[in-house]
């Protein structure tokens, strides 16, 4: 599309012969369906649709991510000289950082994961700290207090993206405590919404490939 | 330093005597300083500091963005191959646009300023059209509810910042609603803290800093 | 009644039973009754109370909308010469934005639909704006950052009534980013509740049913 | 313009020169001027601007609703054949209410004022029911709980127009109570900003129009 | 008790077990027991429990009030000379009035039940206005806005309890908008918290038992 | 009043003209006048006012509780019989109990000051608890975290009526945390606003008028 | 660990068989482990895995806090020459007091329980009082208005740390009132989120473990 | 006192004649008084008065802190062997700190200043914790998003006390990020309110008390 980002389909708050048919319709419009936040029904029921409807497509499902990707089978996938790193503090930021990690495989970009590193080990972050200078973006995602992103970008000079998530219960939880601990931060983030790990993976990718772009010249 | 992003005075909360301190250790610590919201009795504290300690120091007083730059003479100020352009939806927009604008210049990087197009009249933003889809990086500020960054990142394929100001009165008002709009945009933004124009600057300035290594290789 | 609004009853809350009733009640008093956020559950207990018990009454369904009307045989439906355009941004307002259709139907006003116009891709909006011109008043659903709304009261000059829709999640979700969005709007908007589809039709409702009066006199 | 409603300078946090410039600017491409929430300094600041620059004008100012209009000596104001009720709760009511009254003025609107008729003394607005039905749309203005519009709202056929006002301490002071209690009032009511009559004058004049347009015709 | 208060069980968030053992406890040690938040399992463990082990006991049962008495037959219910009107704005407000009606019959007060007197229909409340006038004091519901004790405050000379009820849902929903409004209020009233209807019943009854104490001698 | 509550001008956001004319007014029509929240330059306008226009008023000036009270010649003072126990925590509750003092005698309550009792220091609370339980009813004013009528409404079995006051910073502070520990208290407390010591004075008096009416007969 | 406080699985959110395998690896790497906010079918999955996997393990199982800690057969619990008192207000603060005293035990520090000694009724909290004084320290646990916390601070000299339960409904519910009045405390309090007994055991801990060192030396 | 922590003015909303008045009486009545947030007009009130009335007593100023102490000529001091970290994370954070630094002194703890370590640069921080180990107790001052304390807390095993600080402009601004983040941290951190340098003082001080005791014994 003209917003550079490929649709995608939320499953939240759909029924599952919904999803199916916008994956299909999708697959027909475009060779490609994206679809996040699926539970197993909505997986079933796309599974079940595409057997029979578009038996030649190939199916990717993440269910860490809860994320689905359809291809049709000339689909050419685009691929850009550029590489995205996806950090996690702890396992419960798994699926957020997912959302990400597949829509950046979908735009193209290189993904390497990097995960629980949070504040709570130090030493952890610290032993990462060359392959996290080696990446052109870094989305770094957390929960409860969010200070990973923080500690990070004042260590390294590639661009952060701070990807807020819904941990931590009490005063601050639900990921609020998070994401304003994240624009409050000391250091030069920008942010996205709680849990928005395909916005953080969509604005990833669009630097990625204006990198590609210029690597490419 | 480590982060990439070069130290700046934040003269807010600080007296006049302690700002131009604050920049004349800076300009011999790192032969430039940088200051931002100041008023005009921390500008004349340093103006009158410098004359004295740092006679053959240059000074660049931005009074609408409330920014002062001092160079010492054999400051060598970086240069980038990067574009990044900086709109605004109103004139009280001015004071973030133009924090955001003079960290960029300061880190090297070429800003296009685009002024002046909120979405209450459409016509003049899609007049500049054009010239948003060319620059590498775009920051933009808007206040009140916000939309401006929304709806320009709908149309273009360039990664856009969004930097939410704090006007407007009653509910939502002193940015939160922009900020939270922001947030909530249907298209893939990243944002930085209202009225944060120094964060957005910084964050654009580590994007383009990465194009410039790309363009060189 | 005297306040100019037809009853509804809001099913949200009742148990299939008492809404039956009250839909029978209504049927008895005033000849119609209108309800609201009906579950199958609920619409199901009010076919099989009507059926029994006014086998001559006619029920309109809308299952997009969870609205129900029913109306007793000689019922006279009013007529307004006055239109109202109902608009979407994406598929999620259609509750709410059915809710306004089936009131002001109710009410008499002519109804335009003009669906799946959001921010995202302004082309879109930009090819209705012939028909958004056309309109008495315009009652704009959006969700997430509702800026909708905003957008088409700076390019129309009827009035603009912005519904908050409560989709989104994080950091300003349930619509309360979409609220302060609108009441925030740099134009001439005027607001209701998230969701609130019932009041926005009402008060739509009783601007036409003016501009009615206006035009027989 | 193209949205129907004229511009106006909103003087809060605008310098008094900055003031004068923007009227003297509005009188020579439109013909007129309009302030609004000036202070005396922006009042003689006008004055004295307009007194050398265009001693043909004349200009109007209203010290209790904080506007000032100003006029070329030719300009034509609008004459709409449709009258708004600006109603009060209370004394501080008077500087939003007053503000919407300058606006639907220069719409062309009829106004009516209907003064300090607040729930606390509740004889006082019953002694105005026939006046505020004969109205055909009612801006309610009212601080703390806010509950006059939804009041009159159920009293009366016409459009109701919800204005919280910034009065009230403590908790859901400055307004906030009675936007919210507005947005869920029981009755069909739209809503603008708290504070913000601009926007209700603004709003109601544009109903206004559509009702001369039907009786024209 | 020594705060004049009976001793109550709130059933929500315990099993029907631990609701019925509480309840015969209670029977045990005052010779009666209150619940308030039953749901049908709760009641039904207690009329199993009770019949068992408490054959001699009566049970009342409020449905509507979700409340539940139980009497040891030799328990002397307390009597006072004076009434306490309590009052809903409409029937979402059932539960939490039964809960006062419950509590405050049980402190021996008379109480008078005023209901569905809501301000979208003023004539009816206008109609009951002199018996709201004759209680000695009034505990007034009301949720979404919220509007109905300060209507009625304003009317009456006798102290006015105002018990915000959680209706209403978007901005100020769940009672926050009714609370907000009734600390807002214009006229002289005290507030308990959301459905706090025990909590209101138990004022109610202190200053009943006040005024029957100052009636006695 | 209907109302049964005393008039009083709200001094804050008046100018001294304005509640010196507020003042004489009231003193005409009904004899008194009350007046809260004055400055020392109200104060000397309405002494300079009335020396000048009502000869032979008295006024009385209440300096740390910022109310004054003007009377007639000719004005009768009620008389209630029944005491109401003004409570407070510490010396900055001051203000709004004086209020509530000045309110409460001018309906004729004798009113009991009970000073500087707070939590802190249980003891002090203990020795007044005597006192406490001979008033009719209690108000008790507490900042900060507002435990004072919690504590105190839980040793007696008079009404208590709770007044936060706006003390305290950070989190919770201007006497949000007293409001919402008050309305969460588990004890039988009734609330007004923050501040509010008028409206905790004036539902006070009415009981108080109950109390002596009851008396009477 | 090198934050001398031992790790702990959080079973919320997680299934039993990852909670299962968590403890499994916890009992080989640490020789023990511990879990919080388990429901049953969490307890059987971690039964029946260590009955195959380890059968020599001791499962020590605390329904009421909701924890669970297995340890190996060789492990050595650690043993503090401290004690830390653990208050409850009443029975809904038995989890997170609970997950606290798991903790507590778990670091080798002695518990006493003080429980049900809420503000509602002093008494049996002044009884309490000589064994409050004789801790090293003390939790204190309080749900809604959270008042108990600082009523014992003002009596003892140990140091306190205030423990906000999520009990309470409406405004300041969900132990928001409870936690913002512990921070607002005239007492010398520190506290922790709401329900965190794990944080308030853990801090406790740490200055057990200190006193043990200094006693020992 | 009971409480075990001493007493202290509040300059802040009191005037210099007041505070100065409170510290005389201070003096006189435990040989010792504490005032916090004087501005220079409080300062020099006090060394007016007791320059007069007190001319034995020493009188020590931190003006950085903003606090005062006068002591009495034959004031015994306090002397406690325990050692209190008072850590910040930047010069903003030195008014709480330095609260923190004289009441602990008041209390006799050794305090050891550990200043301008924040986590934009870890490595300042990580040279600290040789000595960050080594204390008895740790405050940890920090504004913004509040990271330090976390990140401390989980490199050392001695007890951490959060201190957020009101820096900080924007959305989670005025301490509110800091304050919620601590609490959220996923190490065992205590908190205290945003500001509340006094009360992490008094908290710590009663620790070192009873490390003292321990030491002693
Ligand atoms: N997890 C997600 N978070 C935010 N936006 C999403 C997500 N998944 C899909 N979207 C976007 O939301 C839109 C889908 O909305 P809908 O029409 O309701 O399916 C698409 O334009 C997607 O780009
Ligand atoms: N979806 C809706 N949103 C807001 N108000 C509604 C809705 N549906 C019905 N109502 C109004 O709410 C009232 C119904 O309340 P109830 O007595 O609870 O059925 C009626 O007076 C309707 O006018
Ligand atoms: N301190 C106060 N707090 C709350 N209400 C007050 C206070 N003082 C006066 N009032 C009431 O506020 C109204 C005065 O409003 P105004 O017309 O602005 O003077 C009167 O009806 C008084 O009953
Ligand atoms: N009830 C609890 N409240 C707060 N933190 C906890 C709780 N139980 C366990 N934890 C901590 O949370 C972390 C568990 O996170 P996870 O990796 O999601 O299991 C561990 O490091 C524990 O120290
Ligand atoms: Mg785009
Ligand atoms: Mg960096
Ligand atoms: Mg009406
Ligand atoms: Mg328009
Ligand atoms: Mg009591
Ligand atoms: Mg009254
Ligand atoms: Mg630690
Ligand atoms: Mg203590």
Not at 100 to 121: K, P, Q, Y
Request: contains cysteine.
């Amino acid at each position: 599309t003209r917003s550079g980002v490929p649709e995608a389909v939320l499953a939240e708050g759909k029924t599952p012969t919904e999803v199916a048919d916008l994956i299909a319709t999708g697959l027909e419009t475009t060779g490609r369906a994206i679809a996040t936040r699926l539970t197993p029904d909505h997986r079933e029921a796309v599974h079940d649709h595409l057997d029979e409807s578009h038996p030649g497509a190939t199916i990717e499902d993440d269910q860490r991510a809860r994320t689905l990707v359809a291809r049709a089978p000339d689909f050419e996938s685009p691929n850009l000289d550029a590489t995205v790193g996806v950090v996690t503090a702890g396992t419960s930021d798994a699926i957020p950082a997912g959302e990400a990690t597949t829509l950046l495989e979908e735009m193209g970009a290189s993904v390497e994961r990097i995960d629980d590193i949070g504040v709570a080990s130090l030493a952890r972050m610290l032993d990462q700290l060359g392959v996290l200078r080696e990446q052109d973006v870094l989305i770094v995602a957390a929960g409860r207090e969010g200070a990973l992103p923080t500690v990070i970008a004042g260590l390294v000079d590639v661009p952060v993206i701070g990807l807020p998530v819904s941990t931590g219960y009490g005063h601050g939880g639900e990921g609020e405590a998070a994401l304003s601990g994240m624009v409050q931060s000391c250091t030069a983030l920008s942010v996205v919404n709680v849990d928005a790990g395909f916005t953080a993976g969509a604005q990833a990718g669009l630097i990625a490939r204006q990198l590609d772009d210029a690597r490419e010249s």
